[in-house]
């Protein structure tokens, strides 16, 4: 495990830029190869604030290749054995990347985020509360805020642009985008490793409320998990020991800066304002204390 500083923005002028998202930078590698950098930018309410969280690139790469090794029985993932120092020779460079850096295979994103959702909160809750149902699937009556749900549910959005938001869709409406039988094979897999997560993160004292995951396929349609896997920003974890129905139970993740943003006058537009270092170091601390409790590291 390395240390560094914190990394707001990649700068690698060897490699071709694909694209700067609101946590990742993506580089081209060659044809079959990309670069992808977790930084430590934040984003809350989909802007991207203006100062980073040090260290939680190095978190949430390390807490995804943790989950990538666990799950890699189930599905494969687009982890590449390339060398980093291959693709990065510069020493400097590679330093400054920390741990922060994974070369994967290139393969084609499905159209979805494939959401899992164990209990019942955040939007769920809000679409339970006025239809007793969530995404179209009806749930039992009487359910609290925060309830553990009698099966997990698969729930998945549409993929919105930068600044917009993702839109919740019906299994229907996820069988016109993908086919009936690719659909059905992202809602089993999807289901099989929240759960099997769900399972072992409690036994470190977790609960994964709910999660999200993407998919991609190579070219001849095998189907792969991309991107990210069940970690702070992927997922609401919450400690076991302040878990309690009928409430929001704190959380491991960026919730703590939405909390304090929720405080402040901000149109919640960009530019982001900037946060007090106590929030900062807390958010951190948080991050890192969900690797901690899952990986043993």
């Known amino acids: 495990m390395t240390q560094s500083t914190a990394l707001y923005e990649s700068n690698l002028p060897h490699l071709k830029l694909l694209t700067r998202g609101k946590v990742r930078d993506i580089y081209e590698v ?11 930018r934040l984003s809350a309410f989909d802007v991207v604030l203006p100062q980073p969280i ?9 807490v995804a290749n943790f989950w990538f090794n666990r799950t890699s029985e ?6 590449s054995d390339m060398s980093l120092e291959k693709i990065v020779p510069d020493a400097d460079q590679r330093a400054t990347l920390g741990d922060r850096a994974i070369i994967v295979r290139k393969l084609k994103p499905l159209p979805i985020e494939a959401i899992v959702r164990g209990y019942l909160i955040g939007s769920g809750w809000k679409d339970y509360q006025k239809s007793g149902c969530v995404c179209g699937i009806q749930l039992p009556e009487g359910l609290r805020q925060a309830d553990q749900l009698p099966k997990a549910i698969f729930t998945p959005s549409t993929k919105a642009e930068i600044g917009d938001h993702d839109e919740n869709i019906s299994f229907e409406q996820t069988i016109d985008l993908l086919g009936a039988e690719l ?15 769900a399972t072992y993160a409690r036994e470190k004292g977790i609960i994964i409320a709910d999660t999200k995951f993407e998919f991609g396929q190579d070219d001849d349609g095998k189907l792969y998990i991309i991107d990210e896997a069940l ?10 020991e302040e878990y309690k129905t009928g409430t929001s139970p704190p959380s491991f993740d960026k919730q703590f800066v939405r909390d304090y943003l929720e405080t402040l006058d901000w149109d919640k537009k960009a530019p982001g304002p900037n946060l007090p270092t106590a929030i900062i170091t807390k958010t951190a601390e948080k991050y890192r204390e969900a690797e901690r409790k899952l990986t043993g590291n």
């Open 30 to 40: 060659d044809d079959q190869h990309l670069l992808i950098i977790t930084t430590d």
């Open 54 to 62: 040090p260290g939680k690139g190095e978190v949430l790469t390390r």
């Open 231 to 240: 970690t702070p920003d992927s997922s609401r974890f919450w400690p076991i």
């Open 74 to 79: 189930l599905i494969p993932n687009h982890l």
């Open 183 to 197: 659909a059905e094979q992202v809602r089993s897999i999807s289901l099989k490793i929240y759960t099997e997560a």
